[in-house]
């Protein structure tokens, strides 16, 4: 008697690209983390949802010095999701996938160290400077991505090009992440991280503040910090300085 075997389904497999913030350290390891560390206090949760890549490519190390860094990144909340240009001799299992062929994107602004006019008040020979007269133009259109139905659950919008407008919900394990600002037309339960690419200008819109996490320019709130008057209600959220504000929005 032959014996049916049982049909499987095939496994399907695809390909899908993410933008990742490449960081290059440099030696000595502990000045380079301490201007990391400077960069966390000036910008909190600046690495906040960032997928991020390692570039040692061309650094003189061990397998201990690259073990011992990925150890310090881990705690200060740094996720390695690779490590590009490492030489062989000097990977281990443990460690984060090799990465290749990455392209170059955008470079990320971080903050400023000091302001230009603090920096110059510490000096005392320094003079005011004179107002030197502008002229405005305005300022380039900044491209967009038109979502026309609900973000569900576990899906990932990401658009660092510009601003990102969604006509329905964001669902509750969602996230929209703009390098821009986000409206959200319906109710926003998910994540939204806007002014992901250093745009400190970018603002969130949405009918009705529900989310587990918003964010602009790396400073975020949880859905804990969010104030009890503004759940349910349509919002406006803008970054003022290192301050998240929000208001709700006129009817």
């Not at 909190?44 to 570039?55: A, E, K, M, N, W």
């Not at 991280?193 to 503040?209: P, Q, T, V």
């Amino acid at each position: 008697m032959t014996e049916a075997l049982p049909s499987c389904k095939a496994v399907r497999l695809r390909g899908r690209s993410f933008l990742a913030l490449v960081l290059s350290p440099e030696l000595p390891f502990g000045e380079w983390l301490s201007q990391l560390d400077d960069l966390a206090k000036r910008s909190t949760g600046f690495f906040l949802g960032r997928p991020i890549v390692l570039d040692v490519a061309g650094l003189p190390i061990t397998r201990e010095q690259l073990a011992d860094l990925l150890a310090e990144l881990g705690k200060r909340n740094v996720r390695v999701m690779g490590i590009e240009g490492a030489l062989p001799s000097i990977m281990s299992p443990g460690m984060p996938p090799e990465m290749r062929g990455g392209r170059n994107a955008a470079d990320i602004e971080a903050p400023d160290a000091q302001p230009a006019s603090e920096a110059a008040a510490g000096q005392p020979n320094a003079q005011p400077a004179a107002p030197v007269p502008t002229r405005f133009t305005p300022p380039p259109a900044t491209p967009s991505l038109l979502i026309d139905q609900p973000v569900r659950s576990g899906q990932s919008i990401i658009f660092p090009e510009g601003d990102v407008t969604v006509l329905g919900s964001v669902a509750s394990g969602a996230e929209v992440i703009a390098g821009g600002s986000i409206h959200v037309y319906g109710a926003l339960r998910g994540r939204a991280l806007a002014g992901s690419a250093g745009n400190a200008n970018a603002r969130i819109f949405c009918r009705k503040l529900e989310a587990e996490l918003i964010a602009i320019d790396g400073l975020y709130k949880t859905a804990e910090d969010l104030d009890p008057k503004m759940l349910g209600q349509p919002v406006h959220v803008w970054l003022d300085d290192t301050v998240l504000k929000t208001v709700v929005l006129a009817g």
